[in-house]
């Protein structure tokens, strides 16, 4: 993420936005300087092995697990689960269907933490095992939450971008951007939708294949998503438990997801109107020498976003205070800028 | 927290680390213009409405909930629910001792998804009722979960750093900066010693009140803390459930934060590999370009930071665009730096 834009000049959109009014000084100040080449053709003078791999492998490879590791561990769990589980089915008690069946199921139920008791432990070494399994389940769950949704968004978006670009006649990158700002919104939203499906699909689903009363099947819909699980509603038919497998896991993230969203959207609402406030209110003489970082007199451009940063909470103390003891540390000819010469005697020492 | 140290200097934490070798530069810049006052002295020129009335009520007032603002939540849906599941009790059937502790226990049981389903709702009503409760219940849950282990942590610290500060003869300064480098550490070291004497509190309640085996009441109290809640374990005397009214809910809600904390050392983990290889690469003449904000061929200070922090992903361009935008709006003279000539053009305009 980081990594992206780094390469681009700072202040590229700003100047897209206020060239009219800029133009003519920044057209006067690039005469200061030769411009002979753009910037992608520039050749770093100093090449550092790290630089030779890509950032996204190096750092986040092994700490920051994709979707698909995501993906693998799950299948791992869940067939780790029902193997176990199947081997002392004889130590669970309940309703029972299918023996393999039975065990995946229970799984799936002790692992989203439903746990309806509809099948439950009847022996020290099961009701350990399940201690066992709720607990990974549980971390389990957080680590699915934090990929599998923004996947399924990711996807979602990219055919909606796709909807409105064949109504519309406007580029996909101008729907991205729009995307881009009201993302946490388009999220929520379409989580909210695929929640709607689900409630609805099970609902109907209980109603014909369990053979429960509508009120009943949306009690049973809405306890299950929850991981409430009292238990006096639940799949007790073969069929039942093979949809049950995949809907249970699906509508138990997707609630979650719906809840992480909507604290999501409240924290962005939040943040906007201290952003707000912080643009509007007025610059006096006492922020001026705040804000003045090199003690110059003047605030300038850097200066100033600094400070409003800070005021807004973006960027803290620490993080000034750690960048600006590698600058003092780079700056090898105690100017208080880094030039050339400065990176020409890093090289030579 | 944004307003908090912006009334300081920027740079004062730095300066004072790289005291020695700076200071000769820095009195000489100091020569440059006067300080006649310190700053706390500076009354502002201009004196906005707003700001009259602190930050925190203005903005985070109405939308960020306070501590006790939660525990009124808290209480009014307890005690919601309490006075409608008493008055519907007789459409509940299962496990019943005293009739109001049920209701409260039922409530308890609800709001935290734990289900075990020993007291189940026997009516269209109650199980809509029961619906309705789940979800604002997860809903509450996950509001307690971002404010009162916080508030709980911070007590200990607190603590903390007293017994540290009676043994050892380090200023409660010194404390509290360790504290801050180490903070989601001890923050999860802390929970998780809450948990376990929370687990060994409930095994210890659940064998001698509710005369279960050692076993089965540590299967009860894990089944209880995850919200499983299978159900065939549960508390079911009048003295066990009081217990469990106050011991499900911290129990569930110190289960969870203990994974939050466990997902934030993560991420903290990850965060601090990401800021070391920024702050350890290189510079090349390329970097220096790109962090060249406002193009007079060298990098200062503030601009260095600007560049590095976006590196690090703190800040994003959207952030800086924002800003830059005030900025040349408050930029009255177009000199490409404010300066109290700004500001008194902008009074008297």
């Not at 896991?249 to 912080?278: D, H, P």
């Amino acid at each position: 993420m980081a990594s992206d834009d780094t390469n681009e000049p700072l202040l590229l959109r700003s100047q897209d936005t206020v060239a009219q009014k800029a133009k003519g000084r920044l057209n006067q100040r690039r005469l200061l300087r030769s411009r002979s080449a753009p910037h992608t053709d520039h050749a770093p003078l100093v090449i550092n092995d790290k630089e030779s791999i890509p950032l996204s492998e190096t750092i986040f490879g092994n700490l920051h697990p994709s979707f698909k590791k995501v993906a693998i561990i799950l299948m791992v769990y869940l067939g780790v689960g029902t193997l176990i589980f199947y081997l002392v089915r004889n130590q669970i008690k309940g309703m029972k269907t299918e023996r393999f069946l039975d065990a995946l199921y229970f799984t799936i139920v002790t692992m989203t933490t439903v746990g309806y008791g509809d099948l439950v432990p009847n022996s020290d070494l099961t009701k350990l095992l399940a201690c066992a399994f709720v607990f990974s389940g549980m971390a389990l769950m957080g680590l699915i939450l934090s990929k599998a949704a923004d996947y399924l968004v990711e996807k979602q978006e990219v055919l909606l971008i796709k909807a409105m670009h064949m109504r519309q006649k406007v580029g996909p990158s101008e729907i991205l951007k729009e995307l881009e700002i009201n993302k946490t919104r388009y999220k929520f939203f379409l989580v909210f939708l695929l929640l709607l499906i689900l409630v609805i699909v099970g609902t109907i689903f209980l109603v014909n294949v369990e053979k429960l009363e509508v009120i009943d099947a949306f009690y049973c819909v809405c306890s299950t998503i929850t991981t409430l699980g009292y238990g006096d509603k639940s799949f007790s038919t073969q069929a039942g438990r093979i949809f049950a497998v995949f809907w249970i896991l699906t509508g138990t993230i997707c609630l979650a997801q719906f809840f992480l969203y909507m604290a999501e959207l409240n924290t962005e609402s939040r943040q906007k109107a201290l952003v707000n406030w912080v643009l509007t209110r007025k610059m006096t003489n006492y922020d001026l020498e705040a804000a003045d970082l090199d003690e110059d007199g003047t605030v300038g451009a850097a200066e100033f976003v600094i400070y409003k940063l800070k005021e807004m909470g973006k960027i803290s103390q620490e993080d000034i205070t750690l960048v600006m003891k590698e600058f003092e540390e780079l700056d090898i000819d105690q100017s208080g800028t880094l030039s050339v010469s400065d990176i020409t005697l890093a090289q030579s020492s």
